[in-house]
C-alpha cells in the first residue's frame, strides 16, 4: 500500500470518507510533494473490497492483486519514456480499458501522470470518456503544471490542490529516509528541490548536488575565460536539461532582484553568491531582463518535451550568459 504522508492527512480523510466518488480527480501542485502516492492510496482504497478504518484494507483479493500489478481493473498511463509526450494511441489503450466491465465485479480505476504531458491529440481523445465514462470508472489525473492543460480537461474533473509539506515536515521526512546524511546537506536538498522532499530525495538519488557543483564550477569558468561555451556544453551532457534550467531561471531571477534591491541575502545559495554580484555590477538591467525572457521560454520548451538540439541549445545559453558583463 502507498505510503500514507503525513501533510496529506486532512484531505486524505475528505475524499477517503466520501461515499460517493467523482468520476474524475485531478489532483495537481508542485512536483515531489507526494501526489502520486496520494494517487495509488486512493486507487488502492478505490479497489480495496473490504476497506478498514477508511483505508485499504491491503489483505483482499484485490488488494493482493494491485500489490502484484496484475488487477484487471486498474489502468496506469504514463510516458513510454521519462520527458517524452503521451501519445493518442496511449490514450485510445486507455478509452478501451474505461469502456470495459470491471472484472471483478468492482470500480475500475485510471491513473494518468503526468496529465499535461498529453499532446493535443491524445487530449482531444481523452474528453469523452471524462466526459461520459462508461460504468464505475474513476479516472486519477495528476498534473505538477495544471496551467498546461486544456480548459476542458479541467472543467471535466474535480480539481484537488495537494497539500505542501511545512519546511518542518519535509526535513522530518528527509531525516527518516536519508539518515546518513548531515542536517545541513538535507536543508541544502531541499532548497535545491523547491521545499519539496520527495524531489529532494530524487535529487539525491541522481548526484543532484554533485551535478549542480559542477555547473557552477564551469559558469565561473567561463566568466574568467577559461572554458568555452562549445566545451562545456559537452561536459554537462550528463546533467538533466529541466534541472539546468530550473538553476539558470533562479539564478537570474537572483540576479536582477539584486539589482533593484541591493539585498545581499536576497541572493540565493551560497555557491553562486559572489558570482551573482559581480554579474550585478557588470550587467546592464536590460540585458538580464533579455536573459531571463529567453530562459523562461526555452524552459518551457524543455518542459514541453520539445523536440530540442541539446548542446546547440546550452551553446546558445553560455554565450548569452558570457555576455552578460561588460553589457552595462
Not at 526535513?171 to 538535507?186: C, F, K, N, T
Not at 539564478?251 to 558570482?275: C, F, I, N, P, S
Request: with cysteine; hydrophobic share 45%; net charge neutral.
Amino acid at each position: 500500500m502507498a505510503e500514507a504522508l503525513p501533510w496529506q492527512e486532512r484531505v486524505w480523510q475528505q475524499l477517503a470518507s466520501r461515499e460517493h466518488h467523482a468520476h474524475a480527480y485531478l489532483l495537481h501542485g508542485p512536483a515531489g510533494i507526494g501526489k502520486r502516492l496520494f494517487a495509488e492510496r486512493l486507487m488502492a482504497r478505490l479497489l480495496c473490497q473490504a476497506p478498514h478504518a477508511g483505508d485499504a484494507c491491503g489483505r483482499c483479493k484485490s488488494c493482493q492483486l494491485l500489490a502484484a500489478q496484475t488487477h484487471p481493473d486498474h489502468f496506469v498511463l504514463e510516458p513510454e519514456e521519462a520527458d517524452k509526450a503521451i501519445r493518442v494511441d496511449q490514450v485510445r489503450e486507455l478509452v478501451g480499458f474505461v469502456t470495459q466491465t470491471a472484472q471483478l465485479g468492482g470500480r475500475k480505476v485510471v491513473l494518468l501522470e503526468p496529465a499535461e504531458a498529453m499532446n493535443l491529440n491524445a487530449a482531444n481523445a481523452l474528453l469523452k470518456s471524462l466526459e461520459e465514462p462508461s460504468g464505475d470508472t474513476v479516472l486519477l489525473l495528476i498534473s505538477h503544471q495544471p496551467s498546461r492543460l486544456l480548459p476542458t480537461i479541467k472543467s471535466r474533473c474535480v480539481q484537488q490542490a495537494c497539500p505542501l509539506p511545512s519546511t518542518q515536515e519535509s526535513l522530518e521526512w528527509l531525516a527518516a529516509r536519508l539518515p546518513d546524511l548531515s542536517p545541513e546537506v538535507r536543508q541544502d536538498l531541499l532548497a535545491l528541490a523547491g521545499h519539496s522532499p520527495l524531489r529532494a530525495a530524487r535529487l539525491h538519488a541522481q548526484g543532484a548536488l554533485e551535478q549542480r557543483a559542477l555547473i557552477v564550477e564551469g559558469v565561473k569558468k567561463l566568466l574568467k575565460q577559461q572554458q568555452a561555451p562549445s566545451q562545456l556544453a559537452e561536459s554537462w551532457n550528463a546533467v538533466p536539461l529541466p534541472l539546468l534550467f530550473d538553476w539558470f531561471c533562479e539564478w537570474a531571477h537572483l540576479l536582477l532582484r539584486y539589482q533593484m534591491t541591493g539585498d545581499e541575502a536576497a541572493l540565493g545559495a551560497a555557491d553562486m553568491q559572489k558570482v551573482l554580484q559581480y554579474l550585478a555590477g557588470k550587467s546592464s538591467r536590460p540585458a538580464v531582463l533579455g536573459m531571463q525572457s529567453w530562459l523562461l521560454e526555452q524552459r518551457q520548451n524543455v518542459l514541453g518535451k520539445a523536440n530540442l538540439n541539446r548542446v546547440l541549445l546550452l551553446e546558445a545559453l553560455l554565450v548569452q550568459w558570457a555576455s552578460l558583463p561588460g553589457s552595462r
